[in-house]
Protein backbone atom coordinates (compact mmCIF):
# COMPACT_ATOMS: atom_id res chain seq x y z
CA UNK A 1 0.00 0.00 0.00
CA UNK A 2 2.65 2.45 0.97
CA UNK A 3 4.46 1.97 -2.37
CA UNK A 4 1.76 2.03 -4.19
CA UNK A 5 1.33 5.44 -2.45
CA UNK A 6 5.25 6.51 -3.13
CA UNK A 7 4.52 5.00 -6.97
CA UNK A 8 1.84 7.13 -7.50
CA UNK A 9 3.65 10.42 -5.93
CA UNK A 10 6.78 10.26 -8.02
CA UNK A 11 3.99 10.60 -11.29
CA UNK A 12 2.40 12.93 -9.23
CA UNK A 13 5.47 14.95 -9.11
CA UNK A 14 7.05 14.45 -12.38
CA UNK A 15 7.97 17.24 -14.35
CA UNK A 16 6.85 15.76 -17.48
CA UNK A 17 3.52 14.65 -16.75
CA UNK A 18 3.15 18.15 -15.97
CA UNK A 19 4.60 19.92 -18.66
CA UNK A 20 3.10 17.29 -20.86
CA UNK A 21 0.04 17.96 -19.99
CA UNK A 22 0.07 21.98 -20.50
CA UNK A 23 1.99 21.50 -23.86
CA UNK A 24 -1.19 18.61 -25.04
CA UNK A 25 -3.71 21.50 -23.74
CA UNK A 26 -2.10 24.84 -25.75
CA UNK A 27 -1.74 22.78 -28.80
CA UNK A 28 -4.91 21.15 -29.13
CA UNK A 29 -7.00 23.93 -27.36
CA UNK A 30 -5.42 27.29 -27.89
CA UNK A 31 -8.96 28.84 -29.33
CA UNK A 32 -10.05 27.86 -25.86
CA UNK A 33 -8.41 30.69 -24.64
CA UNK A 34 -9.65 33.10 -27.02
CA UNK A 35 -11.95 35.06 -24.58
CA UNK A 36 -8.65 35.54 -21.95
CA UNK A 37 -6.51 36.38 -25.28
CA UNK A 38 -9.11 39.21 -26.13
CA UNK A 39 -9.56 40.47 -22.97
CA UNK A 40 -5.52 41.09 -22.75
CA UNK A 41 -5.18 42.47 -26.64
CA UNK A 42 -8.69 44.12 -27.44
CA UNK A 43 -7.35 45.37 -30.61
CA UNK A 44 -6.14 41.84 -32.46
CA UNK A 45 -9.02 40.42 -34.70
CA UNK A 46 -9.12 37.34 -34.32
CA UNK A 47 -7.87 36.68 -30.58
CA UNK A 48 -5.95 33.88 -31.52
CA UNK A 49 -4.00 32.88 -34.27
CA UNK A 50 -6.62 31.28 -37.00
CA UNK A 51 -4.20 30.27 -39.66
CA UNK A 52 -3.28 26.95 -39.61
CA UNK A 53 -4.35 25.01 -36.41
CA UNK A 54 -1.45 24.74 -34.37
CA UNK A 55 -1.43 20.86 -33.96
CA UNK A 56 -0.79 21.32 -37.72
CA UNK A 57 2.12 23.91 -36.86
CA UNK A 58 3.41 21.80 -34.40
CA UNK A 59 3.22 19.15 -36.59
CA UNK A 60 5.08 20.74 -39.34
CA UNK A 61 7.44 22.18 -36.97
CA UNK A 62 8.71 18.97 -35.43
CA UNK A 63 8.81 16.81 -39.08
CA UNK A 64 11.62 19.43 -40.05
CA UNK A 65 13.37 19.94 -36.30
CA UNK A 66 13.24 15.85 -36.77
CA UNK A 67 14.41 15.83 -39.83
CA UNK A 68 17.74 18.33 -39.74
CA UNK A 69 18.42 16.90 -36.18
CA UNK A 70 18.66 13.22 -37.69
CA UNK A 71 20.54 14.46 -41.12
CA UNK A 72 22.46 16.69 -38.42
CA UNK A 73 23.02 13.41 -36.08
CA UNK A 74 24.03 11.38 -39.22
CA UNK A 75 26.93 13.52 -40.19
CA UNK A 76 27.86 14.35 -36.89
CA UNK A 77 27.89 11.28 -35.63
CA UNK A 78 30.09 9.80 -39.12
CA UNK A 79 32.21 12.78 -38.74
CA UNK A 80 33.16 11.68 -35.51
CA UNK A 81 34.02 8.38 -35.96
CA UNK A 82 35.72 9.34 -38.98
CA UNK A 83 38.15 11.65 -37.01
CA UNK A 84 38.88 9.37 -34.33
CA UNK A 85 40.00 6.87 -36.01
CA UNK A 86 43.87 6.43 -37.46
CA UNK A 87 42.95 6.97 -40.96
CA UNK A 88 41.04 9.98 -40.02
CA UNK A 89 43.15 11.89 -36.77
CA UNK A 90 44.99 14.11 -39.81
CA UNK A 91 41.43 15.70 -40.48
CA UNK A 92 40.13 16.35 -36.90
CA UNK A 93 41.19 20.31 -36.48
CA UNK A 94 39.08 20.42 -40.22
CA UNK A 95 36.24 18.75 -39.20
CA UNK A 96 35.72 20.77 -36.14
CA UNK A 97 36.92 23.88 -37.59
CA UNK A 98 34.26 23.25 -40.22
CA UNK A 99 31.21 22.39 -37.79
CA UNK A 100 32.73 25.37 -35.60
CA UNK A 101 31.76 28.00 -39.02
CA UNK A 102 28.73 26.04 -39.49
CA UNK A 103 27.65 27.23 -35.91
CA UNK A 104 28.98 30.42 -35.92
CA UNK A 105 27.50 31.18 -39.12
CA UNK A 106 24.36 32.86 -38.09
CA UNK A 107 20.41 30.41 -39.01
CA UNK A 108 19.35 33.95 -40.77
CA UNK A 109 22.14 34.03 -43.33
CA UNK A 110 21.92 30.51 -44.33
CA UNK A 111 18.71 30.90 -45.02
CA UNK A 112 19.16 33.97 -47.16
CA UNK A 113 21.86 32.45 -48.88
CA UNK A 114 19.61 28.77 -49.58
CA UNK A 115 16.81 30.56 -50.80
CA UNK A 116 18.20 31.50 -54.44
CA UNK A 117 19.20 27.73 -54.56
CA UNK A 118 16.80 26.44 -53.11
CA UNK A 119 14.20 28.78 -53.37
CA UNK A 120 11.26 29.61 -50.83
CA UNK A 121 9.85 26.80 -47.93
CA UNK A 122 11.11 24.23 -46.23
CA UNK A 123 13.98 23.15 -47.84
CA UNK A 124 15.79 26.37 -47.11
CA UNK A 125 15.29 25.68 -43.37
CA UNK A 126 16.24 21.83 -43.61
CA UNK A 127 19.94 23.21 -44.75
CA UNK A 128 19.95 25.56 -42.13
CA UNK A 129 19.21 23.53 -39.28
CA UNK A 130 20.89 20.34 -40.66
CA UNK A 131 24.31 23.09 -40.68
CA UNK A 132 23.42 24.58 -37.39
CA UNK A 133 23.02 21.45 -35.25
CA UNK A 134 26.57 19.28 -36.53
CA UNK A 135 28.56 21.23 -34.59
CA UNK A 136 27.00 19.75 -30.91
CA UNK A 137 26.66 16.49 -32.18
CA UNK A 138 30.33 16.40 -33.98
CA UNK A 139 32.26 17.56 -30.62
CA UNK A 140 30.76 15.43 -28.15
CA UNK A 141 31.08 12.26 -30.48
CA UNK A 142 35.25 13.13 -30.39
CA UNK A 143 34.91 13.62 -26.77
CA UNK A 144 32.96 10.66 -25.81
CA UNK A 145 34.91 8.14 -28.45
CA UNK A 146 37.85 9.38 -26.96
CA UNK A 147 37.41 9.48 -23.84
CA UNK A 148 37.09 5.26 -23.11
CA UNK A 149 39.73 4.40 -20.46
CA UNK A 150 43.59 3.29 -22.05
CA UNK A 151 43.43 0.30 -20.04
CA UNK A 152 39.65 -0.22 -21.21
CA UNK A 153 41.03 -0.09 -24.88
CA UNK A 154 44.41 -1.61 -24.47
CA UNK A 155 42.29 -4.55 -22.80
CA UNK A 156 40.02 -4.71 -25.68
CA UNK A 157 42.63 -5.22 -28.08
CA UNK A 158 44.98 -7.67 -25.88
CA UNK A 159 41.59 -10.24 -26.33
CA UNK A 160 41.41 -9.99 -29.62
CA UNK A 161 38.51 -7.86 -30.53
CA UNK A 162 38.70 -6.20 -34.08
CA UNK A 163 38.50 -1.98 -34.42
CA UNK A 164 35.18 -2.54 -35.47
CA UNK A 165 34.49 -4.32 -32.36
CA UNK A 166 36.16 -2.19 -30.27
CA UNK A 167 34.00 0.88 -31.71
CA UNK A 168 30.65 -1.14 -31.82
CA UNK A 169 30.81 -2.93 -28.00
CA UNK A 170 32.88 -0.71 -26.41
CA UNK A 171 33.90 2.99 -27.75
CA UNK A 172 30.72 3.75 -28.79
CA UNK A 173 28.31 2.40 -25.84
CA UNK A 174 30.81 3.98 -23.81
CA UNK A 175 30.10 7.17 -25.77
CA UNK A 176 26.70 7.00 -26.00
CA UNK A 177 25.69 9.43 -23.12
CA UNK A 178 28.32 12.26 -24.50
CA UNK A 179 27.11 12.08 -27.94
CA UNK A 180 23.21 11.83 -26.63
CA UNK A 181 23.85 15.02 -24.80
CA UNK A 182 25.07 16.85 -27.91
CA UNK A 183 22.01 15.55 -30.02
CA UNK A 184 19.83 16.63 -26.93
CA UNK A 185 21.38 20.04 -27.29
CA UNK A 186 21.29 20.03 -30.95
CA UNK A 187 17.61 19.40 -30.78
CA UNK A 188 17.09 22.14 -28.59
CA UNK A 189 18.54 24.89 -30.16
CA UNK A 190 16.72 23.53 -33.32
CA UNK A 191 13.75 23.47 -31.91
CA UNK A 192 14.14 27.08 -31.58
CA UNK A 193 15.91 28.02 -34.60
CA UNK A 194 12.90 26.61 -36.79
CA UNK A 195 10.92 29.02 -35.91
CA UNK A 196 13.17 31.63 -37.93
CA UNK A 197 11.57 29.51 -40.98
CA UNK A 198 8.99 31.27 -41.18
CA UNK A 199 10.50 34.41 -42.69
CA UNK A 200 11.60 32.09 -45.69
CA UNK A 201 7.86 30.48 -45.62
CA UNK A 202 8.20 27.37 -44.02
CA UNK A 203 5.10 26.20 -42.04
CA UNK A 204 6.39 25.77 -38.09
CA UNK A 205 5.44 27.23 -35.01
CA UNK A 206 7.22 30.58 -35.67
CA UNK A 207 4.27 31.13 -38.29
CA UNK A 208 2.04 32.93 -35.70
CA UNK A 209 5.30 35.08 -33.92
CA UNK A 210 6.64 36.54 -37.31
CA UNK A 211 3.01 36.77 -38.60
CA UNK A 212 2.41 38.56 -35.55
CA UNK A 213 5.55 40.44 -35.14
CA UNK A 214 4.58 41.56 -39.05
CA UNK A 215 1.60 42.72 -38.05
CA UNK A 216 2.15 43.77 -34.60
CA UNK A 217 0.08 41.33 -33.21
CA UNK A 218 1.83 40.49 -29.58
CA UNK A 219 -1.04 37.73 -28.55
CA UNK A 220 -0.06 35.34 -32.24
CA UNK A 221 3.83 36.25 -30.90
CA UNK A 222 2.59 35.25 -27.08
CA UNK A 223 0.71 31.79 -28.55
CA UNK A 224 3.60 30.76 -30.78
CA UNK A 225 6.08 31.29 -28.07
CA UNK A 226 4.26 29.55 -25.45
CA UNK A 227 3.92 26.64 -27.06
CA UNK A 228 7.49 26.37 -28.47
CA UNK A 229 8.98 26.93 -25.44
CA UNK A 230 6.74 24.05 -23.86
CA UNK A 231 7.53 21.78 -26.89
CA UNK A 232 11.56 22.00 -26.22
CA UNK A 233 10.95 22.14 -22.25
CA UNK A 234 9.13 18.75 -23.04
CA UNK A 235 11.79 16.89 -25.28
CA UNK A 236 14.27 18.37 -22.87
CA UNK A 237 12.42 15.97 -20.03
CA UNK A 238 12.29 13.09 -22.81
CA UNK A 239 16.21 13.17 -23.55
CA UNK A 240 16.59 13.48 -19.74
CA UNK A 241 14.64 10.01 -19.42
CA UNK A 242 17.06 8.35 -22.33
CA UNK A 243 20.07 9.73 -20.65
CA UNK A 244 19.52 8.43 -17.50
CA UNK A 245 18.48 4.51 -19.01
CA UNK A 246 21.90 4.76 -21.08
CA UNK A 247 23.66 5.73 -17.58
CA UNK A 248 22.48 2.88 -15.44
CA UNK A 249 25.67 1.62 -15.45
CA UNK A 250 27.40 4.62 -14.14
CA UNK A 251 29.14 5.33 -10.56
CA UNK A 252 25.54 5.89 -8.44
CA UNK A 253 27.74 7.73 -5.83
CA UNK B 1 56.24 -23.71 -24.45
CA UNK B 2 57.61 -20.36 -25.21
CA UNK B 3 60.94 -19.21 -26.94
CA UNK B 4 62.29 -15.28 -27.35
CA UNK B 5 64.94 -15.51 -29.90
CA UNK B 6 67.15 -12.04 -30.31
CA UNK B 7 63.77 -10.27 -29.37
CA UNK B 8 64.74 -6.72 -30.20
CA UNK B 9 62.53 -3.23 -29.95
CA UNK B 10 63.84 -0.29 -31.05
CA UNK B 11 62.06 3.68 -29.58
CA UNK B 12 63.53 6.35 -31.41
CA UNK B 13 66.87 4.83 -32.41
CA UNK B 14 67.22 3.14 -29.45
CA UNK B 15 67.11 -0.32 -28.09
CA UNK B 16 64.24 -0.46 -25.10
CA UNK B 17 64.34 -4.13 -26.06
CA UNK B 18 67.68 -5.75 -26.96
CA UNK B 19 68.46 -9.26 -28.50
CA UNK B 20 66.63 -11.25 -25.75
CA UNK B 21 66.49 -14.86 -25.55
CA UNK B 22 65.15 -17.54 -23.64
CA UNK B 23 62.89 -20.37 -23.50
CA UNK B 24 60.02 -20.91 -21.13
CA UNK B 25 58.91 -24.93 -20.69
CA UNK B 26 55.36 -24.93 -21.28
CA UNK B 27 53.39 -25.10 -18.00
CA UNK B 28 56.04 -22.70 -16.41
CA UNK B 29 55.43 -19.64 -14.46
CA UNK B 30 58.31 -16.92 -15.58
CA UNK B 31 58.47 -13.94 -13.81
CA UNK B 32 59.77 -10.75 -15.92
CA UNK B 33 61.58 -8.26 -13.36
CA UNK B 34 63.55 -5.33 -13.36
CA UNK B 35 63.54 -1.73 -12.44
CA UNK B 36 61.10 0.42 -14.67
CA UNK B 37 62.06 1.30 -18.02
CA UNK B 38 63.91 -1.92 -18.07
CA UNK B 39 61.63 -3.09 -21.09
CA UNK B 40 59.83 -6.13 -19.22
CA UNK B 41 56.12 -4.81 -20.16
CA UNK B 42 57.36 -4.52 -24.05
CA UNK B 43 58.75 -7.67 -24.02
CA UNK B 44 55.46 -8.77 -23.07
CA UNK B 45 53.26 -6.82 -24.95
CA UNK B 46 55.72 -8.07 -28.23
CA UNK B 47 54.42 -11.35 -27.19
CA UNK B 48 50.40 -10.59 -28.16
CA UNK B 49 51.85 -8.42 -30.73
CA UNK B 50 50.51 -5.34 -29.00
CA UNK B 51 53.63 -3.94 -29.60
CA UNK B 52 55.79 -4.80 -33.19
CA UNK B 53 58.94 -6.49 -32.63
CA UNK B 54 61.80 -4.58 -34.45
CA UNK B 55 63.97 -7.85 -34.98
CA UNK B 56 64.24 -11.74 -33.78
CA UNK B 57 61.47 -13.83 -33.36
CA UNK B 58 59.01 -15.37 -30.55
CA UNK B 59 57.81 -18.72 -31.32
CA UNK B 60 55.01 -20.18 -29.19
CA UNK B 61 55.01 -23.95 -29.22
CA UNK B 62 57.11 -23.78 -32.13
CA UNK B 63 54.99 -21.24 -34.01
CA UNK B 64 56.28 -17.90 -35.34
CA UNK B 65 53.84 -15.46 -33.61
CA UNK B 66 53.83 -13.18 -36.58
CA UNK B 67 52.40 -16.50 -38.42
CA UNK B 68 48.59 -15.88 -37.52
CA UNK B 69 46.61 -12.95 -38.13
CA UNK B 70 47.18 -10.69 -34.80
CA UNK B 71 43.98 -10.68 -33.84
CA UNK B 72 43.43 -14.47 -34.16
CA UNK B 73 46.67 -15.01 -31.97
CA UNK B 74 45.41 -12.47 -29.60
CA UNK B 75 42.03 -14.39 -28.79
CA UNK B 76 44.48 -17.77 -28.00
CA UNK B 77 46.67 -15.90 -25.36
CA UNK B 78 45.01 -14.52 -22.03
CA UNK B 79 45.81 -10.68 -21.20
CA UNK B 80 45.31 -9.28 -17.62
CA UNK B 81 47.05 -5.86 -17.09
CA UNK B 82 47.26 -3.73 -13.49
CA UNK B 83 44.70 -1.18 -14.33
CA UNK B 84 42.25 -4.61 -15.04
CA UNK B 85 40.65 -2.56 -18.10
CA UNK B 86 37.05 -4.43 -17.59
CA UNK B 87 34.70 -3.04 -19.69
CA UNK B 88 32.36 -0.83 -17.62
CA UNK B 89 29.50 -1.10 -19.37
CA UNK B 90 29.14 -4.52 -19.37
CA UNK B 91 28.08 -7.16 -16.23
CA UNK B 92 30.98 -9.22 -14.70
CA UNK B 93 29.52 -12.06 -16.18
CA UNK B 94 29.67 -10.41 -20.05
CA UNK B 95 33.27 -9.38 -19.42
CA UNK B 96 34.14 -12.90 -18.34
CA UNK B 97 32.65 -14.14 -21.72
CA UNK B 98 34.23 -11.70 -24.26
CA UNK B 99 37.07 -14.11 -25.78
CA UNK B 100 34.15 -16.98 -25.81
CA UNK B 101 31.84 -14.93 -27.35
CA UNK B 102 34.20 -14.05 -30.17
CA UNK B 103 34.77 -17.25 -30.55
CA UNK B 104 31.68 -18.10 -31.07
CA UNK B 105 31.21 -20.63 -28.05
CA UNK B 106 28.06 -21.56 -27.51
CA UNK B 107 25.76 -19.48 -24.73
CA UNK B 108 25.13 -22.61 -22.74
CA UNK B 109 29.14 -23.36 -22.49
CA UNK B 110 29.73 -19.81 -21.64
CA UNK B 111 27.48 -19.77 -18.96
CA UNK B 112 29.16 -23.25 -17.55
CA UNK B 113 32.84 -21.79 -18.20
CA UNK B 114 31.66 -18.28 -16.10
CA UNK B 115 30.47 -20.21 -13.59
CA UNK B 116 33.40 -22.34 -13.09
CA UNK B 117 35.60 -19.35 -13.46
CA UNK B 118 33.78 -17.46 -10.54
CA UNK B 119 33.99 -20.63 -8.39
CA UNK B 120 38.14 -20.92 -9.45
CA UNK B 121 37.89 -17.07 -8.17
CA UNK B 122 36.50 -18.17 -4.79
CA UNK B 123 33.60 -15.55 -5.65
CA UNK B 124 30.00 -15.82 -4.76
CA UNK B 125 28.52 -16.76 -8.49
CA UNK B 126 24.99 -15.72 -8.21
CA UNK B 127 26.12 -12.27 -6.24
CA UNK B 128 28.59 -11.23 -8.73
CA UNK B 129 27.41 -12.43 -11.88
CA UNK B 130 25.21 -9.73 -13.02
CA UNK B 131 26.94 -6.65 -11.12
CA UNK B 132 28.91 -4.01 -13.07
CA UNK B 133 32.66 -3.62 -12.54
CA UNK B 134 32.46 0.21 -10.30
CA UNK B 135 30.17 -2.09 -7.82
CA UNK B 136 33.47 -4.83 -6.86
CA UNK B 137 36.60 -3.93 -4.60
CA UNK B 138 39.70 -3.54 -6.34
CA UNK B 139 40.14 -6.83 -5.31
CA UNK B 140 37.33 -8.22 -6.91
CA UNK B 141 37.92 -6.40 -10.05
CA UNK B 142 41.62 -7.86 -10.17
CA UNK B 143 40.20 -11.60 -9.56
CA UNK B 144 37.45 -10.65 -12.63
CA UNK B 145 40.30 -9.49 -14.73
CA UNK B 146 42.24 -13.13 -14.28
CA UNK B 147 38.96 -14.94 -14.88
CA UNK B 148 38.41 -13.12 -17.76
CA UNK B 149 42.00 -13.76 -19.17
CA UNK B 150 41.55 -17.72 -17.99
CA UNK B 151 38.09 -17.36 -19.96
CA UNK B 152 39.02 -19.01 -23.60
CA UNK B 153 41.23 -21.82 -21.83
CA UNK B 154 44.65 -20.31 -23.32
CA UNK B 155 47.80 -22.31 -22.95
CA UNK B 156 49.43 -19.09 -22.68
CA UNK B 157 48.24 -16.16 -19.87
CA UNK B 158 50.49 -12.91 -20.20
CA UNK B 159 49.79 -10.73 -16.77
CA UNK B 160 51.58 -6.95 -17.08
CA UNK B 161 51.40 -6.33 -12.99
CA UNK B 162 48.33 -7.39 -12.50
CA UNK B 163 48.38 -6.69 -8.58
CA UNK B 164 50.27 -3.67 -8.94
CA UNK B 165 47.53 -1.25 -7.41
CA UNK B 166 45.96 -3.26 -4.95
CA UNK B 167 46.66 -2.78 -1.46
CA UNK B 168 49.31 -5.30 0.60
CA UNK B 169 46.95 -7.63 2.17
CA UNK B 170 45.01 -8.21 -1.28
CA UNK B 171 48.42 -8.24 -3.09
CA UNK B 172 49.42 -10.79 -0.77
CA UNK B 173 45.83 -13.02 -1.00
CA UNK B 174 45.75 -12.59 -4.76
CA UNK B 175 49.48 -14.42 -5.24
CA UNK B 176 48.52 -17.28 -2.87
CA UNK B 177 44.93 -17.40 -5.47
CA UNK B 178 47.49 -17.40 -8.69
CA UNK B 179 50.20 -19.89 -7.44
CA UNK B 180 47.14 -22.02 -6.53
CA UNK B 181 45.06 -21.45 -9.91
CA UNK B 182 48.87 -21.90 -11.77
CA UNK B 183 49.11 -25.16 -10.23
CA UNK B 184 45.24 -26.45 -10.59
CA UNK B 185 45.36 -25.54 -14.39
CA UNK B 186 49.03 -25.79 -15.42
CA UNK B 187 49.44 -22.78 -17.58
CA UNK B 188 52.27 -21.41 -19.14
CA UNK B 189 52.19 -17.43 -17.21
CA UNK B 190 54.71 -14.63 -18.33
CA UNK B 191 54.11 -12.46 -15.10
CA UNK B 192 55.76 -9.03 -15.05
CA UNK B 193 56.25 -7.25 -11.25
CA UNK B 194 58.69 -5.18 -10.11
CA UNK B 195 58.64 -6.84 -6.85
CA UNK B 196 61.48 -9.62 -6.76
CA UNK B 197 59.62 -11.12 -3.80
CA UNK B 198 56.37 -11.19 -6.04
CA UNK B 199 58.78 -12.86 -8.32
CA UNK B 200 60.49 -15.55 -6.02
CA UNK B 201 57.53 -16.47 -4.28
CA UNK B 202 55.73 -17.57 -7.61
CA UNK B 203 58.06 -17.90 -9.96
CA UNK B 204 59.58 -21.20 -11.62
CA UNK B 205 61.97 -18.59 -13.56
CA UNK B 206 62.78 -15.40 -13.32
CA UNK B 207 64.10 -13.57 -16.19
CA UNK B 208 66.20 -10.06 -14.62
CA UNK B 209 66.12 -7.59 -17.73
CA UNK B 210 67.91 -4.30 -17.18
CA UNK B 211 68.35 -1.65 -19.87
CA UNK B 212 66.50 -4.11 -22.32
CA UNK B 213 68.81 -6.20 -22.42
CA UNK B 214 68.64 -9.64 -20.68
CA UNK B 215 71.16 -9.14 -16.84
CA UNK B 216 70.16 -13.24 -16.00
CA UNK B 217 67.86 -16.18 -16.79
CA UNK B 218 67.55 -18.86 -14.05
CA UNK B 219 65.48 -20.51 -11.66
CA UNK B 220 65.14 -18.21 -8.09
CA UNK B 221 67.62 -20.86 -6.24
CA UNK B 222 69.96 -20.29 -9.11
CA UNK B 223 69.34 -16.82 -9.04
CA UNK B 224 70.50 -16.25 -5.49
CA UNK B 225 72.76 -18.91 -4.85
CA UNK B 226 74.77 -17.33 -8.11
CA UNK B 227 73.88 -14.00 -8.79
CA UNK B 228 75.65 -13.00 -12.27
CA UNK B 229 76.72 -9.79 -11.85
CA UNK B 230 76.44 -6.41 -9.37
CA UNK B 231 73.26 -5.34 -10.64
CA UNK B 232 71.50 -9.08 -10.15
CA UNK B 233 72.82 -9.70 -6.53
CA UNK B 234 71.94 -5.57 -5.64
CA UNK B 235 68.41 -6.47 -7.61
CA UNK B 236 67.73 -9.42 -6.09
CA UNK B 237 67.91 -7.88 -2.76
CA UNK B 238 72.13 -7.27 -1.85
CA UNK B 239 73.00 -8.09 2.00
CA UNK B 240 69.46 -10.03 2.66
CA UNK B 241 70.17 -12.27 -0.25
CA UNK B 242 71.04 -15.14 2.25
CA UNK B 243 67.06 -14.51 3.86
CA UNK B 244 65.75 -14.79 0.37
CA UNK B 245 67.41 -18.02 -0.31
CA UNK B 246 66.55 -19.54 3.16
CA UNK B 247 62.51 -18.79 1.81
CA UNK B 248 63.18 -21.38 -1.33
CA UNK B 249 64.12 -23.77 0.86
CA UNK B 250 61.77 -25.98 3.10
CA UNK B 251 62.30 -27.53 5.98
CA UNK B 252 61.67 -30.86 4.96
CA UNK B 253 64.64 -31.18 2.88
CA UNK B 254 67.28 -30.61 5.82
CA UNK B 255 65.84 -32.74 8.56
CA UNK B 256 68.03 -34.76 11.04
CA UNK B 257 66.57 -37.74 12.48
CA UNK B 258 66.31 -36.47 16.08
CA UNK B 259 62.52 -36.40 17.82
CA UNK B 260 63.96 -35.09 21.32
CA UNK B 261 63.70 -31.68 20.32
CA UNK B 262 61.27 -29.80 22.55
CA UNK B 263 58.56 -27.21 21.75
CA UNK B 264 55.76 -27.06 19.35
CA UNK B 265 56.45 -28.75 16.12
CA UNK B 266 56.55 -26.59 12.45
CA UNK B 267 54.89 -28.20 9.78
CA UNK B 268 57.89 -29.82 7.07
CA UNK B 269 56.59 -28.01 4.31
CA UNK B 270 57.44 -24.30 6.09
CA UNK B 271 60.44 -22.46 4.71
CA UNK B 272 63.62 -22.18 6.40
CA UNK B 273 63.10 -18.66 7.13
CA UNK B 274 60.27 -19.47 9.12
CA UNK B 275 62.21 -22.11 10.61
CA UNK B 276 64.72 -19.66 11.72
CA UNK B 277 62.38 -16.81 12.63
CA UNK B 278 61.02 -19.56 15.48
CA UNK B 279 64.29 -20.22 16.25
CA UNK B 280 64.75 -16.31 17.71
CA UNK B 281 61.44 -16.05 19.38
CA UNK B 282 61.73 -19.23 21.05
CA UNK B 283 65.96 -18.79 21.75
CA UNK B 284 66.31 -22.02 20.86
CA UNK B 285 68.64 -23.66 18.23
CA UNK B 286 66.64 -26.61 17.62
CA UNK B 287 62.68 -27.44 16.39
CA UNK B 288 60.66 -30.09 16.30
CA UNK B 289 59.47 -30.94 12.97
CA UNK B 290 55.87 -32.86 12.00
CA UNK B 291 54.78 -34.40 8.73
CA UNK B 292 51.77 -33.46 6.66
CA UNK B 293 49.56 -35.60 9.00
CA UNK B 294 50.70 -34.11 12.24
CA UNK B 295 53.19 -37.04 13.28
CA UNK B 296 56.77 -36.23 14.65
CA UNK B 297 59.46 -36.08 11.79
CA UNK B 298 62.48 -35.36 12.89
CA UNK B 299 64.24 -31.65 14.08
CA UNK B 300 65.94 -28.61 12.19
CA UNK B 301 68.89 -27.32 13.65
CA UNK B 302 70.25 -24.04 13.31
CA UNK B 303 73.66 -25.44 11.53
CA UNK B 304 71.32 -27.23 9.03
CA UNK B 305 70.24 -24.02 7.91
CA UNK B 306 73.50 -22.64 6.89
CA UNK B 307 74.39 -25.47 4.77
CA UNK B 308 72.82 -25.71 1.53
Not at chain 1, 208 to 225: F, M, S
Amino acid sequence: MKREGAVTARILTDPLLWFGLAFAFFVAFMPVLAPIFARAFPSIEPPVYAGDSFVALWLFHAALVAASSLAATIIGVSAGIFATRAAGTEFRPTLEALATIGQTFPPVAVLALAVPALGYGAAPTFIALTLYGILPILKNTIAGLTSAPAAVRDAAIGMGLTPLQILRQVELPLAAPVILAGIRLSVIINIGTATIGSTVGAVTLGTPIIGGLVANKIGYVIQGAIVVGLFAIVTDLLFERIDRRLRRFARRD
Amino acid sequence: MIEFDRVTKLYGGKRAVAEVSFTVAGGAFCALVGPSGAGKSTLLRMVNRLVAMDGGAVRIAGDDITKLPAVNLRRRIGYAVQSVGLFPHWTVEDNIATVPRLLQWPEDRIAARVRELLELMRLDVEATRRQYPHQLSGGQQQRIGVARALAADPDLLLMDEPFGALDPITRRELRAELARIHKATGKTILFVTHDIDEALELADVIAILRDGALAQFGTPADLLARPASDFVREFMGGATLGLKLLAQRRVGEHLRADTSAPGAPISRDATLTEALSQMVLRGTDRLPVSDASGKPAGAVALADLIRS
